[in-house]
C-alpha cells in the first residue's frame, strides 16, 4: 500500500475537526481531547486501514509505534508527525 493514500478524503474532516494549530508549539497541528496512546484498532480507524496495515507500517518503520507485551501502540506525537508528513507528500 502507498504511504500517500492513507489519508483517505473522507477522513480529511475528521482530521481537521479533531487538529488544530497550537502557536505557542510553533503551529504544529495537535489533537484535540485525545489520548497520548492509540491502540492498533483504533489508529487503524483514524486513517482508514486495517489494523493489519498498520501494524506493517510499524514494523517496517514507517509509523513509529512501541510494543507493549505483544501489541503495538502508537504516541500521538508521533501520529501528528506522520499525518503532517503525509499531508506534505500528498499536496500538489
Partial sequence: MDDKN???ES???LFSTQMSLHPENGGVMVFEDMQSIL???DLAILLDLSPDAVNDMARRGRLKGFKSGNQWRFRRRDVERYIERMRKLASP
Fill in 11 to 13: 477522513n480529511v474532516m
Fill in 39 to 41: 491502540k492498533t484498532r
Fill in 6 to 8: 492513507c489519508l483517505h
